[in-house]
């Protein structure tokens, strides 16, 4: 079915990016009644009035059908006979573009990537993948350097896989808890001891799944639970009864502990187990292929391998590098999750769209805004619900992005940081802790990296 879009403000390569954010007239009916608008700008003419029709223009000024068609007739001063733009199916996917003929400074890009090589010659990581989306489209999705040291072996590319650590927290753990918040199944204050009975304890009664989610618990940052405990059940029970360092919202310590309460929370709520749950509701609506915990064996030659560990007494390649991770199962809320910078790039499109992505709505624009917000709880810290925010200085996310910006780093040497001020994001996978966990060159790369980005995309 053909629709007649009028589109009167500037076109050109912006207008793709900003018409679903613009308001648009929807005229259900007869063109003539645009005569009684006549300062509108944006215009989608539909000549018929019934309720087939109401629900294909929903699907069309959602980008998820085609919009085409010219004026029959002509409307004074408003539109001539045949006036008419085209706008293609868009459903809010990212589009790979030539970012030479994008940006203002695509230079900046070109020296990243030089950056970058510089930095596995320096040993910073034997390979990297890195995406940068920007206002709808795909300036960059690269990969670097090799799986390990040596010229020799495979190369990296957009497709290869990484041990996600510590972005499971935010890739799984918090977008599940932001399903389970928009559908009334989990209030951000209920009492962590209501749902999981066996942590108490002092303070402990205190204890909501806000101060979980932003890491003012008054539990410790880690411990070593690998080293005597096997099991998911047995693990949590360990972490229940870990007494509490500080009053719950008084300070705020980054946790891997408290994550993985909420892998338990989030299981008592939904009776599935997180890894199942993510995938139904998230991995598969968007079509995330290479997005899973416990790769199956098919995939070892696609996976870079990690450290050579003393404690597996081998190289960790196929399996989660976190040791409580692994004594779990190799699922947890705080890591355990292996993806590639093309399935991360859309988990970040789909934040900067507002929840949908190529059809599918998978969070609510509103939950996304709540939980991407600093929250405050403790002066000084930075952290919203999940996610964290850019500090004034010293943030991994570099000098230049917007305080509104927030995302999350991970162990092995992973980061991905979303700026909806921008409308940027930027997905940076490494393997720095091959061959072993004490490289620490990548504290160094992160900020440069999103400088290069930054730069390019504006005049600073």
Request: glycine share 8%; aromatic share 10%; proline share 4%.
């Amino acid at each position: 079915m053909d629709y007649n879009c009028l589109n009167k403000y500037e076109t050109g390569n912006m207008t793709k990016k900003k018409l679903w954010t613009i308001l648009t007239l929807i005229i259900l009916g007869p063109p003539y009644v645009l005569l009684k608008y006549p300062a509108m700008e944006n215009i989608l003419l539909t000549y018929k009035d019934d309720f087939i029709n109401g629900n294909v223009v929903a699907e069309a000024v959602c980008g998820q059908i085609p919009i085409g068609g010219k004026l029959p007739v002509s409307l004074g001063n408003i539109a001539s006979r045949d006036e008419g733009e085209t706008l293609l199916d868009s459903c809010f996917q990212l589009q790979a573009v030539d970012y030479h003929s994008h940006l203002p400074h695509p230079e900046y890009l070109d020296s990243l990537k030089q950056f970058l090589q510089k930095s596995i010659a320096d040993s910073a990581f034997p390979g990297c993948a890195i995406a940068v989306g920007f206002q709808g489209d795909l300036l960059l999705q690269e990969g670097f350097g090799h799986y390990i040291y040596d010229p020799q072996s495979k190369k990296v590319n957009s497709q290869s896989i990484f041990d996600l650590a510590s972005l499971t927290k935010v890739v799984v753990t918090t977008n599940v808890t932001m399903i389970l918040y928009e559908r009334g199944l989990l209030k951000l204050d209920w009492k962590v001891s209501e749902i999981i009975p066996a942590f108490k304890g002092p303070d402990k009664e205190k204890v909501t799944i806000r101060h979980l989610l932003t890491h003012s618990s008054g539990l410790p940052a880690w411990q070593k639970l690998y080293l005597n405990i096997k099991g998911k059940e047995n693990i949590v029970q360990a972490i229940c009864e870990t007494g509490l360092e500080y009053q719950p919202g008084t300070d705020y310590v980054y946790s891997d502990l408290g994550m993985i309460l909420m892998q338990a929370i989030i299981e008592s709520i939904v009776q599935k187990p997180l890894d199942l749950f993510f995938t139904e509701n998230i991995a598969i609506p968007l079509g995330l292929k290479r997005t899973f915990y416990n790769p199956e064996s098919r995939w070892i030659n696609e996976i870079l391998p990690t450290e050579i560990s003393d404690w597996h007494k081998r190289l960790v390649h196929g399996f989660v590098h976190d040791e409580n991770a692994y004594a779990m199962g190799g699922v947890s809320g705080h890591a355990g999750l292996f993806s590639c910078i093309e399935d991360l790039a859309v988990i970040c499109q789909l934040y900067l769209n507002g929840g949908i992505y190529a059809h599918q709505r998978i969070i609510n624009t509103g939950t996304i805004e709540l939980f991407t917000q600093r929250q405050n709880l403790v002066a000084g810290s930075t952290r919203a619900l999940g996610w964290d925010t850019r500090s004034e200085q010293g943030s991994s996310a570099g000098d230049y992005m917007s305080l509104r910006a927030f995302g999350h780093t991970g162990f092995t040497g992973t980061s991905l940081w979303i700026d909806p001020e921008h409308q940027l994001f930027v997905v940076l996978l490494t393997n720095r802790v091959y061959t072993t966990r004490n490289n620490q060159k990548i504290q160094k790369v992160r900020p440069l990296v999103h400088n290069y980005v930054m730069k390019a995309i504006q005049e600073l």
